[in-house]
């Protein structure tokens, strides 16, 4: 009561202490009236101590604490935050690129005042869910170690909608997510006010984003971000990457402080081992299929003698069998010994990380699911199952062993044939050697547009003008047309020529403003459950009759088992008892051997970078074996008698030449050429090859193909020295002329474009698939994508989408350009021809791709040893 001191005491005492108490609240309410006042002059409140005390003394203090020595990199990534500018850092895989930009942004912000209210001031953007929870983990104990009074939420698919509410109620200071869940965010007008007050935008992983249409979906939320916050600070991290500057590029090409860019590459002393089982024994005449499995003992041993193993697969299905190996040969380590790739569900993949993390797991054989940037300190050994078919992926990798600064990296590549080990001393060679793969945005991919129109109308509504300016300042769209753009709006609000009929294609609509907004709530909620460029595979659920999911798998290969039939999934033998609602139910089989699935986009091709670096090797083996010494390298030396007996029948391919073999067999003719270009590109080649020499004299050929080459076999003799050598002066073979129309004409092309047109009709809102729990098959969904293909090829030519599906098909499904600069480098070489009189060890293994589709009645690897003996037989004598 010291504020009533002096009040003379009386009868009315009561009347004016109540008074006086009025008098007070009025002061009060009139001091927060003020206050208010200014704070929505100024937009600011003061700043959050505890932040504003942050500053490079204390952030150095704190890495003293632990031990720690800021690096060079770190610090010139700090100092670009501090000067306000954006950029890309690309550093190896556990060399501390998180804390380098978290803490950078942390220190950045301590300068600037906070916004009035609460509202988001960084958003960390990676490409998967689990890494998104990792790293909210890692923000937030450095926050915390460093008392920053900043909280760090994470909002992805799997949030649930009371923690979203939650966020959206109060806006946290930093929000990690992905990049769906950012672009759901301008499908509400409740974000948009706290979107405005964005200072710092941090995409991990950048490399895994930049070549595809996530990526470009992130290019329009970063187009959205800063055309709201001018001063948006917009951060990349990246560790596997050929390209930066074109990288940086195209991350950053929306920010208007462009001129305040920077690139920082962290270079750093950390020691990366990259060697090769090299088995006792192996064939001179090499097929790919047999999965490596002859190596399993060592596999166990290395398993055996490290506290915790990743053990890396290309496919699925191959880390299917290899788990169930390991677990037949090691026994003991049930429990401690798991599988993890994208079909298992998340629960299982959740315990898996969960396991490695906390070291309770001996090994886990795994795919691509585990190539990305989670924190697992325990790994001590990774071994790779097959060539990692690019230098980007092995350093990937390898960098989950000894994931942290001043530990060295290793990673051990398990050859499934002798060719393999050319393919691992190639990659060690091209990592030692910064060959590492580049990658590319896509050029305006109209569906990824189309999408976005929608989702701006759903949020804020946009005008035309305003929005195409917008869209043109990201890279993937810095070309686009205005026709494109209208083409597209008038798409989306009128449903185009042959859908302006139906009511639930016309899905925005301009108001009384001009602006463009969604008028029907139906279709703001299908739209909103189909924001994403991730078009899922033809998958159906795996669950247990008893109740509980075990994945995903194949609705192909489903379809194919009957009743009673096993296969093996998720590490088990089951029991195929029902199919359901797009959910195959099971049991445990009693039966050991069963069939495994094959998942689409099983075989990886060799990259551009690899191969190259394949065919260097090549070229230093040749060297030293034509001067009768042992190559240097071990996996060489390991190939000498291969290498060998290809040059006593043949000859190597190397950088400068083409090699080409003729061979004549009861089978017929053979041509069999080494581009090393990876089968991505082979078929193309091959097919271009055939149809161009079919010009010439009508015949049919069969084709087969692999990373090294391919075969073209025809009935009939074909002089194909002539025909190549004696046209290169007007009409070459291997010419880059007409190639567009030349690929069109020799391939289904329409087939390849409707294929594609089902993914770009999902990501375009055409079709939709299901609510949850009554989802559509893909059957019903290729349907419905065909029918509008085939709408569109009659009744609307015109329809950008049908131009985008053949582009996609001949850029993806072929790789055109890559096709292209192979033909080019054909070009510049000297063509090789060999007539040969049996199966080289190089043609082996393309005859073996072919016999392949058509052996049935006897296996495979009985008719492959027999025609082993028989080469073997003749290279003896």
């Known amino acids: 009561m010291s504020e009533f001191q002096g009040i003379p005491p009386g009868p009315n005492v009561g009347t004016q202490l109540k008074a ?189 984003l930049i070549g595809n249409k996530r990526g470009v979906q992130l290019q329009l939320a970063i187009a959205r971000l800063a055309a709201i916050n001018p001063g948006l600070q917009v951060w990349g991290l990246s560790a596997t990457l050929g390209n930066l500057q074109i990288a940086k590029d195209v991350l950053l090409h929306p920010v208007k402080n462009q001129g305040k860019s920077t690139l920082v590459q962290g270079k750093l002393p950390k020691q990366l081992i990259v060697d090769s089982l090299i088995p006792p024994t192996f064939e001179r005449f090499p097929w790919g299929g047999h999965l490596g499995l002859k190596q399993l003992e060592f596999v166990a041993r290395e398993m055996d003698q490290s506290a915790s193993t990743l053990v890396f697969t290309n496919t699925r299905s191959q880390a299917e069998i290899w788990y169930q190996a390991l677990l037949d040969a090691r026994p003991e380590y049930a ?45 001590e050994r990774v071994i790779q199952i097959g060539s990692p078919k690019g230098v980007a992926r092995l350093l990937q990798r390898a960098g989950r062993s000894g994931h942290a600064p001043g530990r060295p990296s290793r990673i051990t590549v398990v050859p499934t044939h002798a060719l393999e080990l050319l393919e691992a001393a190639a990659a060690r060679h091209a990592a030692e050697n910064k060959q ?20 701006i109308a759903m949020g804020s509504g946009f005008k035309p003008d305003e929005l195409f300016a917008e869209v043109r300042t ?102 195929l008892v029902k199919v359901r609602d797009m959910t195959a139910y099971v049991r445990k089989a009693d039966r050991k051997r069963a069939t495994v699935p094959q998942w689409q986009g099983g075989k990886m091709p060799l990259s551009s970078e690899l191969a190259h670096a394949s065919l260097q090797m090549l070229e230093l083996a040749h060297k030293a074996i034509s001067k009768g010494r042992p190559p240097t390298l071990p996996e060489l030396r390991a190939l000498e008698s291969l290498l060998a007996l290809q040059m006593r029948w043949s000859a190597l391919p190397n950088t400068s030449n083409l090699l080409i073999e003729e061979l004549h067999s009861k089978e017929g003719h053979h041509l069999f050429v080494y581009p090393f270009e990876g089968r991505t590109v082979h078929i193309g080649l091959a097919s271009l090859l055939a149809w161009r020499a079919s010009r010439y004299k009508p015949g049919t050929f069969s084709i087969a193909m692999n990373d090294y080459g391919f075969e073209l076999l ?51 809102g055409l079709v939709f698939q299901g609510y949850p729990g009554a989802g559509k098959s893909t059957k019903q969904l290729q349907a419905s994508s065909g029918l509008f293909f085939e709408v569109f090829k009659k009744h609307d030519q015109h329809n950008l989408l ?76």
């Open 20 to 208: 006086l108490r009025r008098k007070k609240k009025a002061a009060d309410k009139a001091v927060q009236l003020a206050t208010q006042a200014v704070e929505t002059i100024s937009g600011e409140i003061p700043e959050c101590p505890p932040l504003a005390e942050l500053t490079l003394g204390r952030v150095t203090e704190w890495f003293t604490e632990r031990g720690w020595q800021p690096f060079d990199y770190q610090l010139q990534v700090w100092q670009a935050f501090e000067q306000g500018h954006s950029g890309l850092l690309h550093a190896t895989t556990g060399a501390g690129k998180t804390l380098a930009v978290w803490l950078g942004a942390l220190l950045r912000l301590a300068q600037l005042p906070r916004p009035r209210g609460a509202a988001t001031q960084i958003m960390w953007i990676t490409p998967m869910r689990a890494l998104a929870a990792d790293s909210t983990k890692a923000l937030q104990q450095s926050a915390k170690a460093l008392s920053c009074d900043c909280d760090v939420a994470l909002q992805t698919g799997d949030t649930d909608s009371a923690a979203r509410a939650a966020i959206l109620r109060k806006p946290p200071f930093a929000l990690v997510t992905t990049p769906e869940s950012l672009t759901l965010l301008f499908t509400r007008a409740s974000s948009q006010p706290n979107l405005s007050k964005l200072q710092v935008l941090v995409v991990d992983e950048w490399h895994e």
């Open 335 to 379: 429990g401690a010994l798991a599988l993890h790739h994208g079909s298992l569900d998340k629960s299982v993949r959740d315990w898996v990380e969960q396991g490695l993390k906390n070291g309770s797991l001996k090994a886990v054989v795994c795919t691509s699911s585990l190539d990305l940037g989670v924190d697992f300190l325990p790994v």
């Open 436 to 455: 590492i793969e580049s990658r590319y945005s896509p050029q305006a991919p109209l569906d990824v547009l189309v999408q976005h129109l929608v989702t």
């Open 474 to 575: 990201t890279f993937a769209y810095r070309q686009l047309t205005r026709t494109q753009f209208d083409w597209a709006l008038t798409f989306v609000e009128k449903g185009g020529e042959s859908l302006a009929a139906y009511p639930d294609y016309q899905r925005i609509a301009a108001d009384v403003d001009g602006i463009y907004r969604v008028p029907r709530r139906d279709i703001a909620r299908r739209h909103a459950m189909s924001v994403g460029t991730i078009v899922s595979d033809s998958a159906m659920h795996v669950a247990w009759m008893t109740g509980g999911r075990l994945g995903t798998i194949e609705e192909g290969f489903i379809a194919r088992l009957k009743t009673g039939d096993c296969f093996s999934f998720a590490g088990r033998v089951l029991e």
């Open 714 to 764: 025809s009935a009939e003799p074909v002089n194909w020295q002539e025909w190549i050598t004696g046209s290169l002066a007007d009409s070459p073979l291997f010419a880059t002329d007409n190639l567009f129309q030349d690929v069109l004409d020799c391939l289904n092309a329409s087939e390849l474009a409707q294929r594609r047109f089902r993914e770009i009709a999902r990501i375009a």
């Open 802 to 877: 049908l131009d985008q599906a053949q582009r996609e098909a001949l850029e993806q499904e072929l790789d055109l350009a890559r096709m292209e600069q192979a033909l080019k480098s054909i070009q510049s070489k000297t063509l090789v021809f060999k007539a040969i009189d049996k199966p080289t060890p190089f043609a082996f293994p393309l005859l073996i791709e072919r016999l392949r589709e058509t052996v049935s009645t006897e296996k495979l690897s009985d008719r492959v040893a027999r025609m082993v003996a028989e080469l073997e037989k003749a290279a003896q004598a």
